[in-house]
């Protein structure tokens, strides 16, 4: 095995030479077996260890075992310890997740830490096997059936086509001593039942169940890279990106006969989980939304736009003094007098210095918000009605601000000016006030 362990990770993972490499080690077979066949080979590595203090003394013994390993064969050692269970507990989270999150966060900041490259785990061919089933019986698409990934960012598991079997085969031939985990033998967890009770009945229907299942994930992960190939070029033909925003072409999705699975595969990374409400969007009223987590889909006339969700307070007001000739929050402006107007677009203003009470005040719009457009001779008119005259979509409304004057509105920015703040024959004094 370690032959085949060798040309495995050289063919595999030739960029891990000349690397600092962390071992994930709990104590058990498989993470044992990988420091042996590791510390064999011409690799710079430490070992880490995470006591979850779940069960008792036997977590402490698991740590004092590895501990005395790494110290006989000189190898580097960090450990440290959770309390995994009250962690769960504040979280909402069951322990296995727990534990993996702890995990993981802890194995990222000792990689900034201690600046070492990639952090190697003991997952292999029956592991995988196992996440397979419990990805299937809970429900998941292409990207859940092919399995856990020999890299995940700086997460490198090498011992991913070996066998549960072949690993404690080496074990038994090269005397290695390793601790059991009482909590294996139970069908608590799910993982357990399904190790336990399902795959040994599939082991039993095909003896060479494992290396078929292995081919069977090669073709399904051959398919999700066709997918993604198919994903990006189908991307460039429907999707536009506008700074934060994604807008999706809704005249050229429509022509797809999938477009489903596009958008599921467009979208799945942004933590949308609602994907009725999401494909009804398409065919649904301009307007409508779908929110995530952190992001939103919004249906803007024969366009969807994702773009980031930040909840903001219509209350929320910003004061420009009079001494004030430059804004940097929440808007980039500047203020300045000048002696005569010029031809300019939306982005700048010229009023009448002498019209205008400071502070002006910088705000979100209002729905009952009424102005008098510039040109329009006095007659006032709804901000929102502005808004759906140019067809702003939701976000952009949300991203508009006001400026005011004594409670008057004298720009809407970007938009349009008011009326009653204009230059005329009577002006002494111009300022300009422009969106930078």
């Known amino acids: 095995m370690l032959l085949k362990f060798q040309n495995h990770i050289i063919s595999r993972f030739p960029f891990l030479a000349n690397k600092k490499l962390f071992l994930a080690v709990s104590g058990g077979l498989d993470s044992v077996v990988l420091l042996h066949l590791l510390k064999q080979l011409p690799y710079e590595i430490a070992v880490l260890h995470c006591n979850f203090q779940l069960r008792g003394l036997e977590s402490f013994g698991d740590q004092e075992f590895i501990q005395n390993y790494c110290s006989e064969h000189n190898i580097s050692f960090f450990t440290t310890q959770f309390d995994t269970e009250a962690f769960a507990e504040d979280y909402k989270l069951s322990t296995q997740v727990a534990a993996r999150e702890l995990r993981y966060s802890w194995f990222y900041e000792l990689l900034e830490e201690q600046n070492f490259d990639y952090i190697l785990t003991a997952h292999h061919a029956d592991d995988n096997l196992e996440t397979f089933i419990i990805n299937l019986t809970r429900g998941t698409g292409l990207e859940g059936l092919i399995g856990i990934p020999e890299q995940n960012d700086k997460i490198i598991r090498p011992l991913l086509p070996f066998s549960r079997d ?92 999938n477009y489903k699975s596009y958008l599921y595969q467009w979208l799945n990374e942004f933590g949308f989980t609602a994907w009725s409400d999401i494909y009804d969007l398409v065919n649904g009223q301009s307007g409508k939304q779908v929110l995530s987590g952190e992001f939103r889909l919004l249906k803007n006339r024969e366009i969807l736009i994702l773009s980031p969700f930040l909840e903001t307070s219509e209350k929320e007001e910003f004061e420009i003094n009079e001494n004030e000739t430059e804004v940097n929050f929440p808007l980039n402006l500047s203020l300045c007098n000048v002696g005569h107007i010029t031809i300019e677009s939306n982005k700048s203003i010229f009023v009448d210095a002498e019209k205008i009470r400071f502070p002006l005040i910088l705000r979100r719009w209002n729905e009952g918000d009424v102005f008098h457009p510039f040109g329009m001779q006095g007659k006032s008119k709804k901000v929102s009605k502005l808004f759906k005259d140019e067809k702003l979509s939701l976000i952009e409304k949300e991203k508009t601000w006001i400026l005011c004057s004594d409670n008057q509105i004298v720009w809407v920015v970007g938009l349009r000016q008011d009326e009653r703040f204009k230059i005329d024959n009577t002006t002494n004094k111009i300022l300009k006030i422009e969106l930078q």
Do not use: C
């Open 166 to 257: 072949e690993i404690l085969k080496y074990a038994e031939e090269n005397n290695i001593e390793w601790r059991e985990d009482s909590s294996n033998a139970s069908n608590k967890y799910l993982r357990n039942k399904i190790r336990h009770d399902l795959v040994p009945i599939l082991k039993e229907i095909n003896p060479n169940f494992l290396d078929a299942f292995q081919k069977t994930q090669s073709y399904l992960q051959e398919s999700q890279e066709m997918v993604e190939d198919a994903s990006i070029m189908i991307y460039q033909q429907v999707a536009k990106e506008e700074g934060e925003e994604i807008h999706f072409d809704l005249n050229q999705l429509k022509k797809l006969p």
